[in-house]
């Protein structure tokens, strides 16, 4: 099959969603470029997320994510970029998939969102936890990669 031909194919479709949740979160990424040099950026949305959170997102939001503001303000700015860069390229796939689903959960749980009806129409929700997790699982030797 020619490479042309492999578009059409379910992993052509693959990697064009892997091109789409790319930009997705690359953008993402950028967009928290301040979190850099200013980690009270995420501190304050977490600490306005506490203020609405039932038990279980209160209690990861004061024992993990409010502790860990001055980490993850860099991690997450930076592991948004780099995974969205990897999914654009075509570089390791199912792992930087993976990855940016574990983020993705991890924002998910500590806003409360996960929680309520409203999650299921949400864009931010089932699209793209469904898009990375489909990436996790089949992401490998797809068309137009730089990684085989």
Do not use: C
């Not at 299921?120 to 996790?136: D, F, K, M, Q, R």
């Amino acid at each position: 099959m020619s490479m042309l031909g492999s578009v059409g194919s379910p992993a052509g479709a693959l990697r064009i969603l892997s091109v789409m949740m790319g930009v997705f979160l690359l953008f993402m990424g950028l967009d928290k470029i301040d979190w850099l040099m200013d980690a009270g950026i995420l501190t304050q949305r977490l600490q306005e997320w506490r203020g609405t959170a039932g038990p279980v997102a209160r209690w990861y939001l004061d024992t993990v994510a409010i502790p860990g503001a001055p980490v993850f303000a860099r991690v997450v700015m930076l592991g948004e970029v780099a995974a969205g860069a990897a999914l654009i390229l075509g570089m390791r796939v199912r792992l930087a998939a993976a990855l940016a689903l574990l983020m993705v959960l991890n924002f998910h749980v500590a806003s409360d969102l996960i929680v309520h009806y409203s999650y299921l129409t949400n864009p931010y929700g089932l699209p793209i936890l469904g898009g990375l997790l489909a990436l996790a699982l089949a992401g490998a030797r797809l068309p137009f990669s730089l990684s085989k």
